[in-house]
């Protein structure tokens, strides 16, 4: 082809000896007129040339490439020795390498792409990428940025060479390189590089890449070494990273689709346990364990909602090195929990260990060695259940789609819960309520008859009436159970009233009547403990209450003493008056209606009273 070679020696203090051939290109001498002259000063202006002119003259083979206009120069040099097997001198070749060039730069971006295959996950790549650079181009430094939102943050996930430090500067890195942009030979006015390499030597060469596959950044690959990249090695340096983007893409889909099938597979199995199971530990323990290791944590708890005493306690737990003290006890006000639960939302607290002394749980933090922490609501049907809590003992690197995740997990947990607590509570109602409602409620019930024998044979029709004004007042029918036992509880505080009171012939004392008029206050301590017994205890409470304020035992008036309690006192003193009593006799029927109607708006509700004449047709 005609390539122009020019093959000189220079002897060992780099004088040259010879030349044949064209002079390459810039030198505007002859090649006679080198002979004799220092290559560092004919060269001066390639510093590439000499920095290989050197090498050479310490005795190892170099080569250097120059970029000058469309053209590549190649220059090799070989030392010889003489005689002594001292240093005698250097042979060069120089030639246009363009075409060869072009070979070279294919070759080296076919050794990357074979390195490249070679890694099987997204971790191994940046090391894969410095080496071949390092292989190819003999660099010094390099760094790489990645990020996985567009526009950052991004972080520097590997360093090495005279950079190897610089990964303990672990802050976010923004705006770094999102478009195209190739920094050579850069004068370290560059905000990242003052950032984040500021040991770096001098006006040393660094170029930057941004790495884009897909028209998405997905960071940026930095080399450095000191001696200049000529363009052709810039090429080079931009095909690797080129290379490397697309790589690194390709990894990170194929890792998501990885991980969005085990994440769905993670999901479907929590469905079976929900569906599968009415043990509602053993649901939550298996959500546990997807959340552990679907979004990588070492240890995640769920709080439940205490249905009786409406505090977040401690329902299942995983990853805990051991178990606290803490853990069992419901949470105060000031906990991480409650935090989540008056917001309704996500708290994050990525370092636990600087608010460590000001949190309840502190201690077991720092025992734990727990770093980062975040704590989500349980919600379903727009009902709060509790909380998910998850723990690291490192900082965790979150995304979107991580969020995304852990707020699944949350309504998965939320569904699970509620499902429990319809069969919870079904359970509750059939099992309690049949057998330890009905044994309890008519021992006590029985317990009175054969104290207070009055009121022997009433009760149930005294419930049966209270009912029915009850429903004709417009109480809500899912409330009625609570007027049944409300009304068949209502004097089961005169268990705390003496006999000798209770069945007196006469007329009570005023100490007598301070006693008797107990008997609604001791109902409620009584009965205030019994959870499924609460809500009934307007009646025994209340029942005794006066539309015009003059009742016992709070003086209440109006419409301040609950409809249940209103309409049982008309109930009550119907009944009472109707029958006999150790201290009279009963009354006749047409005088306890006209007493009921004359009581209207003193002692009773005027509105209940009319109801009551309509609902039990009593004639004028
Ligand atoms: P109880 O016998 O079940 O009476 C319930 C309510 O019916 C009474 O509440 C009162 O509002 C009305 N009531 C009952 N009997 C009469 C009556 O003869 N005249 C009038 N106007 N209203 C009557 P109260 O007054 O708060 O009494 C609560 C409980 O105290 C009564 O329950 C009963 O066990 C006892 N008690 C009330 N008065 C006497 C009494 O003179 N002697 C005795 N030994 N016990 C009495
Ligand atoms: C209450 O439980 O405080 C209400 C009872 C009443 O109004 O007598
Ligand atoms: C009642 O309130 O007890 C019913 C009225 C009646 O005795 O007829
Ligand atoms: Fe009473």
Redesign the pocket.
């Known amino acids: 082809m005609g390539a122009p070679v020019t093959i000189w020696i220079i002897n060992h203090k780099g004088i040259f000896q010879y030349i044949e051939g064209d002079v390459p290109f810039g030198l505007d001498t002859l090649p006679g007129e080198v002979v004799g002259r220092s290559i560092f000063k004919v060269y001066a202006d390639y510093p590439e040339v000499l920095d290989s002119v050197r090498l050479a003259l310490s005795g190892e083979k170099s080569r250097a490439l120059i970029n000058h206009g469309q053209r590549i120069w190649e220059y090799q040099f070989h030392p010889f020795q003489g005689t002594q097997k001292n240093l005698k001198g250097v042979i060069g070749i120089s030639f246009d390498s363009s075409p060869e060039r072009q070979l070279w730069y294919q070759e080296a971006l076919m050794d990357t792409a074979a390195a490249l295959r070679k890694a099987r996950t997204h971790g191994e790549m940046p090391s894969l990428i410095v080496e071949q650079l390092q292989k190819l181009l003999r660099i010094n430094q390099a760094a790489l940025v990645v990020g996985s939102p567009p526009g950052g943050p991004y972080e520097l996930i590997f360093s090495w060479g005279d950079w190897d430090q610089i990964c303990e500067n672990n802050e976010p890195i923004t705006g770094l390189l999102t478009d195209p942009q190739v920094i050579n030979n850069l004068n370290l006015n560059n905000r990242f590089i003052e950032n984040y390499f500021p040991q770096s030597p001098g006006p040393s060469p660094i170029y930057g890449s941004p790495l884009i596959a897909h028209d998405e950044t997905l960071g940026a690959l930095w080399v450095g070494r000191h001696k200049p990249f000529s363009a052709a090695e810039s090429q080079l340096i931009q095909g690797v990273a080129e290379m490397s983007a697309s790589a690194l893409q390709r990894a990170k889909q194929h890792e998501l689709t990885q991980r969005h099938l085990e994440r769905i597979a993670a999901l479907h199995s929590i469905d079976q346990a929900i569906s599968g199971s009415f043990n509602l530990s053993l649901t939550l323990h298996i959500i546990l364990e997807q959340v552990v290791s679907q979004l990588d944590v070492d240890a995640a708890d769920i709080f439940l909602i205490d249905p009786d005493t409406q505090q977040p306690t401690y329902a299942e737990g995983l990853g805990f090195r051991r178990y606290q003290p803490q853990m069992g006890i419901s949470q105060t006000r000031e906990g991480l929990v409650w935090r989540v639960l008056q917001k309704r939302e996500l708290v994050s607290i990525p370092n636990l260990q600087k608010d460590a002394p000001t949190l309840v749980r502190g201690g077991m933090f720092s025992v734990e060695g727990f770093q980062s922490y975040y704590g989500v609501p349980l919600i379903a049907k727009g009902k709060i259940q509790g909380v998910l809590e998850v723990f690291h003992r490192k900082p965790l690197r979150v995304d979107n789609e991580w969020f995304e995740f852990l707020n699944t997990f949350g309504t998965q947990a939320a569904i699970a819960i509620d499902n429990a607590a319809l069969v919870e509570n079904l359970r509750r109602t059939n099992l309690e309520l049949d057998q330890a409602y009905q044994a309890t409620l008519e021992g006590w019930v029985r317990a009175l008859y054969l104290r207070?024998r009055?009121?022997e044979g009433h009760t149930q029709r005294v419930v049966e009436r209270a009912l029915k004004l009850a429903q004709a007042v417009g109480i809500p029918d899912k409330q009625l159970v609570h007027i049944r036992r409300g009304a068949l509880l209502h004097?089961i505080g005169?268990l705390g009233v003496p006999d000798k009171?209770?069945?007196?012939?006469?007329?009570?004392s005023a100490e007598e009547w301070i006693l008797?008029?107990k008997h609604p206050g001791y109902a409620r301590e009584m009965l205030e403990p019994i959870e499924f017994l609460r809500p009934a205890l307007l009646i025994p409470y209340g029942h005794?209450e006066k539309w015009d304020g003059s009742g016992y035992p709070e003086g209440v008036k109006g419409t301040r003493i609950p409809i249940e309690a209103r309409v049982f006192a008309v109930i009550?003193?119907c009944d009472?008056?109707n029958s006999p009593?150790?201290?009279?006799e009963a009354w006749p029927e047409n005088k306890v209606h006209q007493?009921i109607r004359e009581q209207a708006g003193t002692?009773f509700d005027p509105q209940v009273v009319s109801t009551w004449e309509k609902v039990f047709q009593i004639p004028d």
């Open positions: 207070d009055s009121t004097d005169k009171i209770l069945n007196k012939p006469g007329p009570l008797m008029r005794h009550d003193v009472a008056l009593r150790p201290y009279r007493y002692h």
